[in-house]
């Protein structure tokens, strides 16, 4: 007997201290075990209320406690019914449902979602809510503890935690008329051109002059104001790129 709890001292200690160490919540789905008691075996999610009903102790409040925690108030509470003289209960967790975490903005399937140790990027998150829809940004918003953060989908991986909200706003736009193939509005790029604005727009007609380009910006008071543009000049948010026609 004595090498059978040597054994299960030392799995315990093998487990990984960090989901250990995580509370429970409620929506977590759990599975409790008390050795050499296999009618005690219990498989349950976590109610409103914070807590699971155990056989013969009835209902115990698990949310907000370890794993340990949680298994040391169940062997309490066995003992103190004097069903069980020395319990050794162990408890698991088989489904994470309170780490969550909101998705907002174009995305597919906007809602709140499970985060688990497979998948606590940004990325991962918003591939499970059906990914970015059509004129969404890539560079996301992640709202944590009240304060945001702009983060690039894209780019280096960044670690959501539970409550956070990641917001998809609409991607930053220019528009192009005038002697172009396809006039419209388009997404903005980082560090774009008006070359290669004109190139999303299907490129200068036959009419058209790469030398008689405008440019309409806002500026600090919010008034539109053209300006003669240059290929390589930079093109910013809300722009308004203008291809006039040649003179002959």
Same mark, same amino acid.
């Given at each position: 007997?004595?090498?059978?709890?040597?054994?299960?001292?030392?799995?315990? =200690?093998?487990?990984?201290?960090?989901?250990?160490?995580?509370?429970?919540?409620?929506?977590? +789905?759990?599975?409790?075990? #008390?050795?050499?008691?296999?009618? *005690?075996?219990?498989?349950?999610?976590?109610?409103?209320? /914070?807590?699971?009903?155990?056989? =013969?102790? /009835?209902?115990?409040?698990?949310? @907000?406690?370890?794993?340990?925690?949680?298994?040391?108030?169940?062997?309490?509470?066995? !003992? !103190?019914?004097?069903?069980?003289?020395?319990?050794?209960?162990?408890?698991?967790?088989?489904? #994470?449902?309170?780490?969550?975490?909101?998705?907002? @903005?174009?995305?597919?399937?906007? %809602?709140?979602?499970?985060?688990?140790?497979?998948?606590?990027?940004?990325?991962? #998150?918003?591939?499970? +809510?059906? /990914?970015?829809?059509?004129?969404?940004?890539?560079?996301?918003?992640? =709202?944590?503890?009240?304060?945001?953060?702009?983060?690039?989908?894209?780019?280096?991986?960044?670690? *959501?935690?539970? /409550?956070?909200?990641?917001?998809?706003?609409?991607?930053?736009?220019?528009?192009?008329? %005038?002697?172009? +193939?396809?006039?419209?509005?388009?997404?903005?790029?980082?560090?774009?051109?008006?070359? $290669?604005?004109?190139?999303?727009? %299907?490129?200068?007609?036959?009419?058209?002059?790469?030398?008689? =380009?405008?440019?309409?910006?806002?500026?600090?008071?919010? !008034?539109?104001?053209?300006?003669? +543009?240059?290929? $390589?000049?930079?093109?910013?948010?809300?722009?308004?790129?203008?291809? !006039?026609?040649?003179?002959?």
């Amino acid at each position: 007997m004595r090498y059978i709890f040597l054994g299960i001292f030392l799995l315990a =200690l093998t487990a990984p201290v960090a989901a250990q160490s995580e509370k429970l919540g409620i929506g977590d +789905a759990i599975r409790v075990t #008390v050795f050499q008691q296999p009618d *005690l075996t219990t498989e349950a999610r976590i109610s409103e209320r /914070g807590t699971i009903n155990m056989p =013969l102790i /009835g209902e115990v409040k698990v949310a @907000g406690l370890s794993q340990p925690e949680a298994a040391g108030t169940i062997a309490d509470g066995l !003992k !103190k019914g004097n069903y069980l003289k020395n319990p050794q209960v162990s408890l698991a967790i088989t489904t #994470v449902r309170s780490r969550q975490v909101s998705v907002l @903005g174009l995305v597919a399937r906007p %809602g709140r979602y499970a985060l688990d140790d497979t998948s606590p990027n940004v990325a991962d #998150v918003i591939a499970a +809510a059906g /990914g970015i829809v059509a004129g969404g940004d890539n560079h996301v918003v992640v =709202l944590r503890d009240g304060k945001s953060e702009k983060v690039n989908v894209l780019g280096k991986p960044f670690a *959501l935690k539970a /409550g956070d909200t990641v917001s998809v706003e609409r991607a930053p736009v220019f528009y192009i008329y %005038g002697e172009v +193939a396809r006039s419209g509005a388009y997404r903005l790029e980082p560090n774009m051109t008006v070359m $290669q604005a004109i190139a999303a727009g %299907g490129g200068i007609t036959p009419r058209g002059s790469e030398w008689r =380009l405008k440019m309409r910006r806002a500026n600090e008071n919010g !008034k539109l104001v053209e300006s003669s +543009a240059k290929l $390589q000049d930079g093109v910013r948010e809300n722009d308004v790129i203008i291809v !006039k026609e040649a003179l002959f």
